[in-house]
């Protein structure tokens, strides 16, 4: 039997608010635990929570970009469950009336045509705080409580692992480009649970899902859900899914690559979902719609534009406007005048593989913009060969000096004066008579042994396309 996989991602998003969800208490890093805490992210009896605007503009820049509806009136409501680093009780969160629902983006297959990811809705929450275990001794550090995140969940139309992660890699974009998180997978600024089920191909229904827990990067993710879909087929194929798949909570456990059961899975009932007394409903003013729609321009428009203002091929301009630090470099490359495609095989190539190399991302490359750019300059005036050029960039990755200086220091500049290419041709000429009279009497291959001579003469600084081009005038002369 043929299956289908369906997975569908709940994906946290920390917002990158100067204080936190309900309090002013900041949201920034601390070295001291409990120290950005006030009564309210506490949880001291008697104090109330205040929303805070900028999360709301935030939640509401995030609607736009992905055709949202983006609901006038929301609702906070209290989900109550029980956690040490929970001290209320509960968390504020939105349930049935989101701030965002209904919205949508495209994920790009690799025949280059778009497939349409449903997202259901994406609601604003607070975090929960920290439990710290050592051996003998638990502590409770609520820095992170309170520090708002938004939730976006989308529908069940991811059919393989490949595409959760391609949808995963363009949610992250689009917040990264929308500066509303860092995003940040490691530090958990950008996290996702993963829905899985299978079904036999052709069927509609939706099957039993398991859901897979604080997924931290997208190679795990990949790992966890194809762990997952495989125990799901042979369950089916040994009679016994049934017994095997229970709508539960798993952990991936990225040593072993396996997922286990963590525990049963808790219906939406389970946690006595009310709205909060102490939050009116979010009614959101006409000036916060007229102050956010103008978001700026994401991922999909740039690759867009990319290919129409600088002609690049199309598979460039997706991985280069896949970043938005990328794309601003190779935009900053394109203000020096330089050919769009060299731009493209000396950032997507030459660079990235020497930062790659030093597990660099481009933000903390050595070689700004500008500075690849000379190099790119020096090799289209045919200052330096294309081959040089990447010795100074090797040069540049590890001194910080200007471009004609390194070409300078290596002794790479190409001679492109002719008249001293004449010369060392006609000394090569002279010295290899013999040679001249079989090359006329028609022996044309030894063309490249006097190519290969100026070459050596010149200590292959020689440019060689004029090499070749005197070398051919001199000897039909
Ligand atoms: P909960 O809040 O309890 O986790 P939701 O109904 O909000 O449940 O669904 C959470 C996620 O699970 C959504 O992304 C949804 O698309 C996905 N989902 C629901 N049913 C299935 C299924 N049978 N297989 C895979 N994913 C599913
Ligand atoms: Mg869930
Ligand atoms: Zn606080």
Not at 320 to 325: G, M, R
């Amino acid at each position: 039997m043929e299956f289908e996989v369906v997975i569908g991602l709940e994906v946290h998003v920390q917002l990158n608010t100067k204080t936190k969800m309900f309090c002013s208490c900041p949201t920034s890093f601390a070295e001291m635990q409990n120290k950005n805490t006030c009564p309210v992210c506490l949880a001291l009896p008697g104090a109330l929570p205040v929303i805070n605007e900028e999360a709301v503009k935030k939640a509401m820049m995030f609607g736009y970009a992905i055709n949202a509806t983006i609901n006038k009136k929301s609702i906070f409501n209290r989900k109550n469950y029980f956690y040490p680093d929970l001290p209320k009780g509960y968390q504020i969160s939105q349930f049935e009336i989101p701030i965002v629902e209904n919205g949508y983006l495209f994920i790009e297959k690799e025949d280059g045509t778009k497939r349409k990811i449903g997202i259901t809705r994406a609601h604003l929450e607070e975090d929960a705080g920290k439990n710290i275990h050592s051996i003998d001794v638990s502590k409770v550090d609520l820095n992170r409580a309170g520090t708002p995140l938004l939730e976006i969940v989308s529908e069940p139309d991811l059919r393989s692992s490949d595409e959760a992660v391609d949808y995963l890699k363009k949610l992250h974009s689009i917040v990264r480009y929308l500066n509303i998180s860092d995003a940040n997978m490691q530090e958990g600024s950008f996290r996702c649970d993963a829905n899985v089920s299978i079904r036999p191909k052709g069927d509609s229904k939706l099957y039993t899902r398991v859901e897979i827990k604080n997924l931290n990067s997208f190679r795990f993710i990949k790992r966890a859900i194809d762990y997952e879909v495989e125990r799901h087929i042979e369950a089916w194929e040994d009679g016994v899914y049934e017994k095997e798949v229970v709508q539960e909570t798993r952990l991936f456990d990225s040593q072993k690559g396996v997922t286990k059961s963590m525990r049963g899975k808790e219906e939406s009932a389970d946690y006595r979902y009310f709205p909060d007394p102490d939050l009116l409903p979010l009614v959101i003013p006409d000036s916060f719609f007229e102050e956010t729609k103008n978001i700026p321009e994401l991922p999909d428009e740039k690759e867009e534009r990319f290919i129409k203002e600088y002609g690049i091929r199309a598979y460039d301009a997706a991985l280069i406007a896949s970043s938005i630090e990328m794309a601003d470099y190779f935009e900053n490359m394109l203000k020096e005048k330089i050919d769009p495609k060299n731009a493209v095989t000396w950032l997507t190539v030459e660079l990235a593989a020497r930062l790659n190399k030093e597990n660099l991302d481009i933000t903390k490359s050595p070689i700004d913009a500008k500075k690849l750019s000379k190099l790119i300059k020096r090799i289209e005036d045919k200052t330096i060969s294309n081959k040089a050029a990447k010795d100074v960039l090797d040069y540049l990755m590890q001194n910080s000096i200007d471009v004609d200086e390194a070409i300078e220091k290596l002794g790479l500049k190409q001679i492109s004066d002719e008249s001293q290419i004449l010369s060392m041709i006609d000394d090569i000429l002279s010295k290899n008579q013999d040679k001249v009279n079989e090359y006329k009497n028609g022996k044309e291959k030894l063309f490249g042994f006097f190519v290969g001579q100026v070459m050596k003469a010149s200590k292959g600084k020689a440019d060689p396309k004029l090499v070749n081009r005197l070398l051919k005038e001199r000897l039909s002369s």
